[in-house]
């Protein structure tokens, strides 16, 4: 079945950086767009990031511009978020998503929780 | 950019219809017919339920509706049962600098 599994999240200090990952199965994963989304403590949802099926295009909030990049290894099915200079704001679920038709998240993988405090 | 305005929370009886607003911009909603919406269950992932303002995927039930009318965008839920009660969440795509938008989110209780 069509699945999204996250993994790498845990309990960072600001400033420093840690490495997200995404591992897709049960379509393929090269024809598609993918997107990283996050969810703070009791917040709602906020877009972060989005990478072209090819890799040839990325997308950034502005909140994590110059911070934040995506990539993606069609050869292992797995997109990355590597998240440099960490701040306390940045603490969230993160969760990957599939690019559907429309604009819209049609697949998500379960999340992975990245704290960030001294 | 702002994010979407949903009301906090809605509430029905089991069988009722309710009816979620997602008010934006003539940047977002009003230009665009690219809202989704979203389902998430307390502790879970979200679930497409709607996407490009009223289209269901594959195994949303009907009872799932969704229309736009200006700015605002609206998910009608008929029928209403406790499987329903979940937190909702609008987006619109936002043009290519934002790019997209989620809502504020919507709590749904079922008396």
Known sequence: QVQLVESGGGVVQPGGSLRLSCAASGFTFSSYGMHWVRQGPGKGLEWVTFIRYDGGNKLYADSVKGRFTISRDSSKNTLYLQMNSLRAEDTAVYYCAKDGSGYAFDIWGQGTMVTVSS | ?111
């Not at chain 2, 008010?23 to 977002?28: A, L, P, V």
């Not at chain 2, 008929?78 to 909702?88: K, P, R, V």
């Not at chain 2, 795509?93 to 079922?110: L, P, Q």
Request: hydrophobic share 25%; proline share 5%; aromatic share 10%.
């Open chain 2, 1 to 111: 950019q702002s994010a979407l305005t949903q009301p906090a929370s809605v509430s029905g009886s089991p069988g009722q219809s309710i009816t979620l607003s997602c008010t934006g911009t003539s940047s977002d909603v009003g230009s665009y017919n690219l809202v989704s919406w979203y389902l998430q269950h307390p502790g879970k992932a979200p679930k497409l339920m709607i996407y490009e303002g009223s289209k269901r995927p594959s195994g949303v039930s009907n009872r799932f509706s969704g229309s736009k009318s200006g700015n605002t965008a609206s998910l009608t839920i008929s029928g209403l049962q406790a499987e329903d009660e979940a937190d909702y969440y609008c987006c619109s795509y936002a043009g290519s600098s934002t790019f997209y938008v989620f809502g504020t989110g919507t709590k749904v209780t079922v008396l």
